[in-house]
């Protein structure tokens, strides 16, 4: 017999073709796993290290753990670009000059160099009634009660040469550097006895009253409002091309 041979036949171009078409896609996705698992870890870390630079940051009065969340869609881009698009803080449970404060803060072109200034910030506090009544004062009162958009406070006035005691509600509204009571009705308390005395009262009701918060902000932070619920105050604060430095944050605004 004679010796046969086998001859294999070529791969067809297209199939080949095929086949290189796949593996690049395999290989395309597999780097994109990896950036993105790179932009993840890396974003983490970010994370973190924001979280105790901006800790150590913060004046000696203040206290309490911060969780930063960076926002965007790619951190790697945004880290070489040297501004990332939104970053936010959560500080549930801190404490400021020993008030408990609820905050959380929301920041947009934040440097990667926190040297430099921020684009905007914007902050939300929210603070219980005793937490309110330990920084404000209203003059003349002895404590504040917070309802539904409205403020009490009580006072004395002299009349008839006696010295009589009033309650007040007052509506709020805010200024840059100020809350103002805005005093809509008044009654004079005498033992159990509350009697109606807004006509008796027009001066008391006829006077607002600004309660001055710049000394407790840092310099180019303004309120920008305020909502009142029952116990409870939660404030919004702004600031545009603030620094996140020790200094910066530790220099307060001045009451006139």
Known sequence: MGESTYTAEPVPRRRRRGLGVVIALVVVVVLAVGVV???????????????????????????????????????LQQYLSGTFDRVELDAPALTVSGVPVDAQVVATGVPTDLS????????????????????????GAATLTLDDQA?????????LGLSIDYLVTASVSVTPDSVVLTP???????????VDASDALDAVLD???PLCVASYLPQGVELADL???????????????LSVDETSLSTLGVCP
């Not at 993840?40 to 150590?56: F, G, K, W």
């Open 207 to 209: 006077e607002k009253i």
């Open 116 to 139: 430099k200034p921020v684009g905007t910030a914007s902050a939300t506090l929210a603070l219980s009634q005793d937490a309110v009544n330990s920084v404000v004062e209203v003059p």
């Open 151 to 159: 403020v009490g406070y009580d006072g004395s006035i002299s009349f």
């Open 184 to 194: 809509q009705k008044a009654t004079l308390t005498a033992g159990s006895a509350v």
């Open 37 to 75: 698992v790179a932009d993840v870890s890396l974003r983490a870390y970010a994370e973190d290290r924001a979280a105790s630079e901006i800790a150590a940051s913060l004046p000696d009065t203040v206290e309490g753990d911060i969780d930063v969340s960076i926002g965007g869609f790619s951190f």
């Open 227 to 241: 909502t009142i619920t029952p116990g409870r105050a939660t404030a919004v604060l702004r600031a545009s091309d």
